[in-house]
């Protein structure tokens, strides 16, 4: 079996708009060969943060084969920059706002400034260029084209960082990195070597919570309020077949405490 | 590489429910080199119009190539005809309710009346034509069909049509026709060779808005109101990282003016 | 053409988590010309009877190329096992909790249980076996790995049963199996040989509803209480282009009741 190359698309498009098909369809006139997949078409709009995180999660289990077309862009049409990205193995199309640099290569990354509009639709719109500018250049890859002809090297981009936890004397702090689709809360408190805590503390004033410390959801009845190591390696809060933010009113940003008893 | 042949999908049917994926077993079955391609399955239920603007912005960026099944149908069952339609460049399987009729072609569609049950399932559900026709019809195309044998010529169709913006002296009245999925208004105003308009009003009575005129929402700070020529060529109203249609509470059908003082 | 070999995907993951993104990435890393076919990752979280309806309507029409991975699953980490299973002419790999059990095959199913770490990811989660199991598994299989190198077979497997309607004498008592997306509510009760019944009975004390028995939706004016036959061959209750769950405030467990004069 040859199979045509891969494309992925994650946007903040959702899907009752035509603005992903729009995209799928500039790929496969310019590539028909292509074989798209759709990691997400729901990134929170605009949410930079949120799709630094999502693809973080995503991206390094992908074969280095695949090119990886990003569109969450609250900056489209300004001047914000495009690139072409090779970093921690993986190949993608980016607006320069830090969305990929949550992902940890061991050399620096490769990183090409996109200008060479050869490449995209002969009109670009100043508000689409997912169809505009992603789409082409992402087909012309697909098929073989040199990632410098795209344009010139860039040593400069915008960078994402994650807050550092706050260790003290017989407690951690840090906050919540990402809520997912059940309602649990991944934090950015490295879970590796972490001993079971005997206090929880998360949001407003971050109020002690009765919890549990648990390998698994189902290690608990449902309903009950947990605390684990998350499968990305961060500590994790939630509730057995139930919804953690829900439940504590919880959000990206809000602080989580855990503690040990001396 | 030679990669099987497109087919792209367009329902209403969501996906917690299994239709879109009886749909494409069916295909699957039928034809196991068909490649699919997801456009959406999120257009609102019975939502024909919602189809039509989709379909309009989204498939002339496809390759000839492609075969679009669209299944908004709430006519399904009843005496509405199914269409096979060759327009603007593309090959679509319509139910005749009107939704491909904004896709503008140079020359007369081709439009083909399904009347060969020998290419549908053999038992033919009252409720779901999805599986049981569009399906399989699609597959036989995919597989080489002449669209000849599906059935007779149609000389007669639905046809949807999009209101005239009204021309005063120092203003044009228009309506909303889309909104997206970032709560953009997309109207039916054509904004090439617009003037930037000095008033905007909005849905009832429409009111008189403070806004300002850009090129691309990151012109303006986050939560100013906007006017702008939309990726489709539409003037279409943004609010700066938010949300117009909850902002304004605007939907589909609400009068948009725009004034120039003299 | 040659086509690379079928994965489809149905999972209760939702699509702004990086869930579904990362299993897709660890299938296409060990088999880069699978074809992965979205079923749906819509399905309510850990609804395990809501996947088991989805799946018993959707994986009949597949080819049995397909190879089908289901996650949704609730006891992720415990002592649940995981199943290859052979049924009803489809091939599936399903967490051990009954989901797959609606699928009606003519022979006994062949069940195999998981056992063979070599064949999943080094590491594996205590919470994502999607990601470290089912996706690694998967693509094995798709590259012709033979089923009973995976493990022992499985005698004994976890069963959901679907409530027998009862039967009266000018009644049948039956109740909602299934809310689809356009609130239409699927029953218990076949539809096959069913005379119009001439009451109606739907919720709380079955109250009796105005309605009309009809062969399709477009039977009956626009907001019409109708009953009909499914396209899965059930009862089904619904409203003319509206949403019969909102209207009748009803959800899946509630009874459903259709009479006939003498």
Redesign the interface.
Known sequence: ????P?I?L?T???????????????I??IN??A????????????DVR?AA???A???????P??LHVIVVD?????E?AILYVETAGQRLLVPDNGCWTFLKGETPPRVVRLAEPRFWRPQV????HG??IFAPVAAHLSLGLNPSELGPPAAEWVRLTIPVPQAGMNSIRGEITFV???GNLITNIPAERLQPPDVLGVGRHTCRRRFRWV?????APPGTLVA????TGFL?VAVV?G?AARKLRATVGMPVVVGWAR
């Open positions: 079996v040859t199979a045509g891969l992925t994650t903040d498009f959702g899907e009752a708009s035509p603005y992903v098909a729009a995209q799928k369809g500039v496969l006139s028909p060969a074989r798209l997949v759709d990691l997400s078409h729901q990134i929170p709009p605009q949120h995180f999502f693809l999660a995503a991206l390094p289990y992908f074969p084969s695949a609250p900056g489209v049409g300004s914000r719109s100043a508000t689409f169809r505009d997912d689709h059940f390998r698994t959801y189902a290690d684990l190591a998350s499968s994790e077949q919804n």
